[in-house]
Structure formats: structure tokens, C-alpha cells
């Protein structure tokens, strides 16, 4: 994709499918700033690019001063903001039932808050610029559940519909808005998550993440860049009559809906759930 001349703000930039991002956009060549609440993290990963294509704004997007600071930080940096990737995002697994209000509340918040803050913020920069591209990675758990995630897979169906709601009042702007739902993605907070299943089951938790895998078409869990190259097709012109689509990444995750039942089979085996 052409990136170029292009300013980006990517948040959860730190790890995983953020990482990816900021650095295939760097590569196909965009200016980007990476947040995160991890500033070693940031740091890192601004380290391994090609200095001065990168700058870092520590926060938290749930937090309506830290998401101010992020996008003067890129504005500083870039002068417009053309693109805004919503990466960030926790998951606390739990049934409803053993889920504590306050994990509930700090899920949403990150989850869902934190984009609707991002969004609102950098949408009067993008009408001055006459267009922009806004893209949520929200997951296959925001259009099925996934057993013992409801704070997560709620507030990812809630993306998916900010998503759109972003795309049907800014269509006419030329500010696009679009969700990316990858399925199993090679991360760490995938293995922590689905490794937390496996160890209610005693079973070892890459095993389990491998047998999970296993049953997907494709046998396979993504790696964060192939999110990647889908989100730089989705800041590029190349995709300029695109607004308000839902498009899953899911090796075929979705035509079965494995994860979810191989899943809850396992937690059945295991005499967790009924």
C-alpha cells in the first residue's frame, strides 16, 4: 500500500497487533505516533524503526486528558491526522456471575470508551483535512460470544456499532470508519487468555492454544502483521469507497465457529461449565 504522506495514531502501539501496524505502515510510509501505557514498551518499539518516522505519547485511552495529549502529540508531530488505528484493548475472562464490577467497568472503558474518546477527538482534525480513515480492531467476540468473556465480547459488539455509527454520520465528510475482527492472532494476550481455559483444565496452556488452533480451516492462529497489511489497505486511498464495513481475519474462524466450541467443549470436559 501507499502510505505516503500519510500521519497515523495508533494506539496499544507497545505489542502485538499494534506493533504490527505502526511498523507496516512506517514501511509502507506514513509517519506514525504509538501509544500505550507501557513507555518502556513504546520505547522499543520507536527504537527499532527509522528515526523520525515514529513518536510516542504515553496514557490511557479511557482517560479523556490522556487521549487530548495523544492527538496534540501527533499533531505535533505529523501536523493532520489522517488515520487513527483504536488497537488498545484488555480482556478479564470470567462467567457473568464471578465477574467483578470493577473488571467489567475497566474492560468497557479501555475496550469501548477509549475509541469513542479517540474518535470524537481526532474527527474535527480529519473534517479540516477534508477526509481520514478510522480503523477499530474489535474481534471475531464481537459478533458471537465466547464463553467466559462477556465483558470483552460485549464491548467489542459495541465497537463494531460505533464503528458504524462513526461511518453513517461522516460518510458525506469523507471521514471513513472501518472494524477489522481478527480471529486467534499469535499474541500475548492470547495466551494469556485462552491459556487461563487451559489451566482450569490442567492442561499445559500452549498445548491447549495448539489444539485450539488445530481446529480452525486453516490450522492456524494469524501473525500480528498479516492484521497489519489489512489495516494499511484500510488507511490507503486504495480503499476510498470502503466505510462501515465489518471484516473478519479469522482463517476461516468464522465459517465453523470453532474457537467458541471447542472451547466450551473443553470447559464441559472438564465439569466447569454445564
Known amino acids: 500500500m501507499n502510505l505516503k504522506g500519510k500521519v497515523a495514531l495508533v494506539t496499544g502501539g507497545g505489542s502485538g497487533i499494534g506493533t504490527a501496524i ?7 510510509g506514513a509517519k506514525v505516533c504509538i501509544t500505550g501505557r507501557r513507555k518502556e514498551m513504546l520505547e522499543k518499539v520507536s527504537k527499532s524503526l527509522p528515526s523520525g ?12 486528558e490522556d487521549v ?15 488515520v487513527l488505528v483504536n488497537n488498545a484493548g484488555i480482556n478479564h475472562p470470567a462467567p457473568i456471575a464471578e ?12 475496550n469501548l470508551t477509549g475509541p469513542f474518546l479517540l474518535t470524537k477527538a481526532v474527527i474535527p482534525h480529519m473534517l479540516k483535512e477534508g477526509g481520514g480513515s478510522i480503523i477499530n480492531i474489535a474481534s471475531l467476540g464481537g459478533l458471537r460470544c465466547l464463553p ?5 465480547c460485549s464491548s ?8 458504524q455509527q462513526a461511518a453513517l454520520e461522516y460518510g458525506s465528510k469523507n471521514i471513513r470508519s472501518n472494524v477489522v475482527c481478527p480471529g486467534g492472532v499469535k499474541t500475548e494476550m492470547t495466551r494469556k487468555d485462552f491459556g487461563q481455559f487451559g489451566e482450569m483444565l490442567g492442561i499445559d496452556p500452549d498445548t491447549f492454544i495448539n489444539q485450539i488452533a ?22 490507503s486511498d486504495d480503499s476510498s469507497f470502503m466505510t462501515g464495513a465489518v471484516i473478519t481475519l479469522d482463517g476461516g474462524t468464522a465459517v465453523v465457529d470453532v474457537v467458541g466450541a471447542a472451547i466450551t467443549a473443553s470447559l464441559r470436559r472438564g465439569g466447569i461449565v454445564a
Do not use: N
Open 68 to 82: 487530548k495529549r495523544m492527538v496534540e502529540t501527533t499533531m505535533k508531530f505529523g501536523g493532520k491526522i489522517d
Open 148 to 152: 467466559g468473556m462477556p465483558a470483552y
Open 22 to 28: 505502526a511498523e507496516r505502515f512506517v514501511a509502507d
Open 53 to 64: 518516522s515514529v513518536v510516542i505519547c504515553q496514557g490511557d485511552v479511557s482517560k479523556e
Open 214 to 235: 488445530l481446529e480452525i480451516p486453516m490450522r492456524r492462529f494469524a501473525a500480528s502483521p498479516e492484521i497489519g497489511g489489512l489495516c494499511s489497505y484500510l488507511a
Open 156 to 163: 467489542k459488539a459495541g465497537l463494531i456499532m460505533l464503528t
Open 99 to 110: 465477574l467483578d464490577l470493577k473488571l467489567w467497568e475497566h474492560v468497557i472503558a479501555i
